[in-house]
């Protein structure tokens, strides 16, 4: 099997040459254990956070050690009750083509609910970032307006969808020509702009002229800035992500506009998706969201990159934005 290993931490954005591929042994699974060949890991801008030496909530990544994220792959080697030759699972150990670990770490999932690859976009982790950011903390109400950035996104793209479901009037923020017409064709927004147009300000005043009552946002910086600045009185801002500064090398000016949630009365509730929590929500999720996949009301999108080697070129276009929907890498098929 092969790794790509983490061989220097990058500086601002990530480049090739933090990473490495490297030739390993496939180990042979222990007493409770599994080995699986991974078919599709995930790329995620949380990575990036990880790649930095700086203690968060989820420890650093290693350098000389292999990057570690979501997998969907098959067992190829059982020495765990209930887990057989060919079942298919999802669970850690991304970035190398094949990985031992405790069979406890993983789940086995339904290939007839949607596509494997699924498991790691809308019925997987951002999926269930979606789902609980929204209904949980954003609480949409019928006739309410959402904004959501990152909107051709994972996350964005389900957060979208979902609004519109539940009977919202849906607005995002993308960046590009086509992703903003993928967010009105294709996904069902009421309107979208290109937030390298011009400034969000600008934008938002045109496109939720009436205010904003949930933003969900995955963007920070001048998004986060201009939404408030459009919130009604007793808004909720969501604060799922903040990638424009992911690789940024000092810490960025916040919200200067941020007295205005006093005067507003609004909520700003950041989160954690894999927080204990959350977890008794996701057998709604997987209801809800499986259910809309299979009476077509949710679109599953994804970017698919082919091979090992590719990956870091996937991860980096990630957070350049090459990416309409999931960004995964298919490392072989079942
Ligand atoms: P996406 O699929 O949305 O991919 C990242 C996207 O970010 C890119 O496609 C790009 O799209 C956009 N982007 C990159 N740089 C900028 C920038 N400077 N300004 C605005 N947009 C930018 O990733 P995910 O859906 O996986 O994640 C979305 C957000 O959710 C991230 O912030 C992530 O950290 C967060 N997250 C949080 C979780 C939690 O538990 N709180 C769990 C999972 C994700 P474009 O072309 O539009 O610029």
């Given at each position: 099997?092969?790794?790509?290993?983490?061989?220097s931490?990058?500086?601002g954005?990530?480049?090739?040459?933090?990473?490495?591929?490297?030739?390993?042994?496939?180990?042979?699974?222990a007493?409770?254990?599994i080995?699986?060949?991974?078919?599709f890991?995930?790329?995620?801008?949380?990575?990036?956070?990880r790649?930095?030496?700086?203690k968060?909530?989820?420890?650093?990544?290693?350098?000389?050690?292999?990057?570690?994220?979501?997998v969907?792959?098959?067992?190829?080697?059982?020495?765990?009750?209930?887990f057989?030759?060919?079942?298919?699972?999802?669970g850690?150990?991304?970035?190398?083509?094949?990985?031992?670990?405790?069979?406890?770490?993983?789940?086995?999932?339904d290939?007839?609910?949607?596509?494997?690859?699924?498991?790691?976009?809308v019925l997987?982790?951002?999926?269930?970032?979606?789902?609980?950011?929204?209904?949980?903390?954003?609480?949409?109400?019928?006739?309410?307006t959402?904004?959501?950035?990152?909107?051709?996104?994972?996350?964005?793209?389900?957060?979208?969808q979902?609004?519109?479901l539940?009977?919202?009037?849906?607005?995002?923020?993308?960046?590009?020509a086509?992703?903003?017409?993928?967010?009105?064709?294709?996904?069902?927004?009421?309107?979208?702009?290109?937030?390298?147009?011009?400034?969000?300000?600008?934008?938002?005043?045109?496109?939720?002229?009436?205010?904003?009552?949930?933003?969900?946002?995955?963007?920070?910086?001048?998004?986060?800035?201009?939404?408030?600045?459009?919130?009604?009185?007793?808004?909720?801002?969501v604060?799922?992500?903040?990638?424009?500064?992911?690789?940024?090398?000092?810490?960025?000016?916040?919200?200067?506009?941020?007295?205005?949630?006093?005067?507003?009365?609004?909520?700003?509730?950041?989160?954690?998706?894999?927080?204990?929590?959350?977890?008794e929500?996701?057998?709604?999720?997987?209801?809800?969201?499986?259910?809309?996949l299979?009476?077509?009301?949710?679109?599953?999108?994804?970017?698919?990159?082919?091979?090992?080697?590719?990956?870091?070129?996937?991860?980096?276009?990630?957070?350049?934005?090459?990416?309409?929907?999931?960004?995964?890498?298919?490392?072989?098929?079942?």
């Amino acid at each position: 099997g092969r790794a790509i290993h983490l061989k220097s931490r990058p500086q601002g954005e990530p480049t090739a040459a933090n990473f490495e591929l490297v030739e390993t042994t496939i180990p042979e699974p222990a007493e409770g254990q599994i080995l699986v060949c991974n078919l599709f890991m995930s790329v995620d801008p949380y990575m990036r956070g990880r790649m930095n030496d700086v203690k968060s909530y989820v420890p650093p990544f290693q350098v000389g050690q292999p990057l570690d994220g979501g997998v969907v792959g098959q067992v190829v080697h059982s020495k765990a009750l209930g887990f057989e030759e060919g079942d298919f699972v999802s669970g850690p150990g991304g970035w190398r083509e094949y990985h031992v670990a405790p069979a406890n770490q993983y789940m086995k999932v339904d290939p007839g609910v949607g596509s494997l690859s699924a498991y790691l976009g809308v019925l997987g982790m951002p999926g269930m970032t979606a789902y609980v950011g929204l209904l949980d903390l954003g609480k949409p109400q019928a006739g309410e307006t959402v904004f959501v950035s990152g909107a051709a996104g994972a996350v964005g793209g389900l957060v979208g969808q979902i609004a519109k479901l539940k009977g919202c009037r849906v607005v995002g923020s993308a960046g590009s020509a086509e992703k903003v017409k993928h967010l009105r064709e294709e996904l069902g927004f009421d309107d979208a702009f290109n937030y390298k147009d011009g400034p969000v300000a600008q934008a938002l005043e045109r496109t939720c002229p009436e205010g904003i009552d949930v933003y969900f946002d995955n963007v920070g910086g001048e998004h986060l800035e201009a939404s408030i600045g459009k919130m009604k009185n007793y808004g909720r801002i969501v604060l799922c992500g903040a990638i424009s500064q992911y690789n940024a090398t000092a810490p960025a000016p916040g919200p200067r506009n941020l007295m205005l949630a006093v005067a507003r009365r609004l909520t700003l509730q950041g989160f954690i998706v894999s927080d204990e929590r959350h977890q008794e929500r996701r057998p709604d999720f997987l209801r809800d969201v499986g259910g809309w996949l299979r009476e077509k009301k949710v679109k599953e999108v994804e970017t698919v990159v082919e091979g090992l080697d590719k990956a870091p070129e996937a991860f980096i276009g990630l957070l350049r934005g090459h990416n309409t929907g999931k960004m995964v890498v298919k490392l072989a098929s079942p």
